[in-house]
Nanobody
C-alpha cells in the first residue's frame, strides 16, 4: 500500500530555511506526480506545490519564489526546500501522491516559524 513519511520539520526563525523530505513506498514513485500540502492552525488544507513524473512544477502564489519542490526518483524521495520562511508558513506539512490535495498523504511534519 502507499506509504509516505515526511521529515525535516522544525522550529525556525523568520527568514530562515528548512528542507522537508518525504520517503515514498508501495507504488511506482517515478511514474507518479507528487504534491506538498499544508494545514495551518484553524485553516483548511492548502495545496502549495506539485511536481509531475517528468519534472515540471507549479506553486501556490503564497510560496512561489520561496519554495522549491524536487524529487529523487532513484531513492523514492520528494523534497521541499523552503527559504525566506514567514510566520504564516507555520503549519503541518504533508506530501501526497498525485497532483492536488486529494491523494493519499503522510502523517505530516510540523514547521513552526517564530519571530
Amino acid at each position: 500500500q502507499v506509504q509516505l513519511v515526511e521529515s525535516g520539520g522544525d522550529l525556525v526563525q523568520s527568514g530562515g530555511s528548512l528542507r522537508l523530505s518525504c520517503a515514498a513506498s508501495g507504488f511506482i514513485f517515478s511514474s507518479s506526480a507528487m504534491s506538498w500540502l499544508r494545514q495551518a492552525p484553524g485553516k483548511e488544507l492548502e495545496w502549495i506545490s506539485g511536481i509531475t513524473d517528468f519534472g515540471p512544477t507549479d506553486y501556490a502564489n503564497s510560496v512561489k519564489g520561496r519554495f522549491t519542490i524536487s524529487r529523487d526518483n532513484a531513492n523514492n524521495i520528494l523534497y521541499l526546500q523552503m527559504n525566506t520562511l514567514k510566520l504564516e508558513d507555520t503549519a503541518v506539512y504533508y506530501c501526497a501522491k498525485g497532483w492536488g490535495p486529494d491523494g493519499t498523504r503522510g502523517q505530516g511534519t510540523q514547521v513552526t516559524v517564530f519571530s
